[in-house]
């Protein structure tokens, strides 16, 4: 691969990679192609210009999709947005928005993948240039999620399912007892600042021109791993997040470490005039 690469001679426009927990089953037939999974991950096209390192795990926004066969299998690419990415196109939320922010961009990631695929005479495969909406994306996401779901139910006591090495039920409390086996790290709470973590962070994430995204902020108390009970203090004057010795105490005589980040959504408030319409 990386040889073809060197003798292509053209660099990749693009950040590529798959996305986890899917699967593309070549016991399903694509109800639009006509032609099985290739036994994979779902592909990504990350249409963002900022490169991302080997093995780094992206937050993206899906926005269409396009389909290359190759070798008779549908092997679907994922067009998607550097959430992350500084700048107006991490914000997009559609291919039109793409197009207006960056005129081209989408045809030229896709003349490299036809160009690259053209340059070995060999290659059985043709890339469908019809660039389907986000609801197509997030459909083949789902879909490919449930393969992997069903795939993960089918690996046997060596954790092999079909060929793939999967990661066995047994497996993952082991992997939760190598917490507790290791020297548990001990944090410190941050120094108070002017700025409030309770009513001066911004709940609501906005793009650039102020819009609603979707996503939302939160203040982390308790670090995964860790034996210590944390918490913003609603009634200090800035409402520094100090340590409560008394739940750090119970969480330590307890003994397993938090298994996942605790924290609260910064201007929210509980209310206890209120009534819970459910509890």
Known sequence: GSD????????????YGCL?????????????YDAPGDNDPLDILDLGDRTVGVGEVVQCRPLGAVCLIDEGQADWKILAVNTEQPGPLGEARSI??????????????????????????????????EVHDAQRAISLIEQDHESWRALVKQAGPDGVARGHWVRSPEQAPKKL??????EVQKHVA?????VSLWHDVDLCVKNWLDEDTGLFRYVNEMPLGSLQKFEVQPHVPGNAILEDPKGSDRLAAFGRPVPFNYGCLPQTFRDPDHVDELY
Do not use: M, Y
């Open 20 to 32: 986890p927990q899917t699967f593309r089953d070549p016991d399903q037939v694509d109800e639009l």
């Open 4 to 15: 073809r690469l060197a003798a292509f001679g053209r660099p990749v426009p693009f950040n």
């Open 190 to 194: 941050p120094p108070p600042t002017d």
């Open 96 to 129: 039109e928005d793409v197009e207006r922010i960056a005129p081209g961009r989408i045809r030229e990631c896709l003349n490299w993948i036809d160009d690259f695929k053209s340059s070995n005479g060999g290659d059985e495969a043709k890339l469908h240039f």
């Open 177 to 182: 007892d190598n917490i507790v086996q290791h």
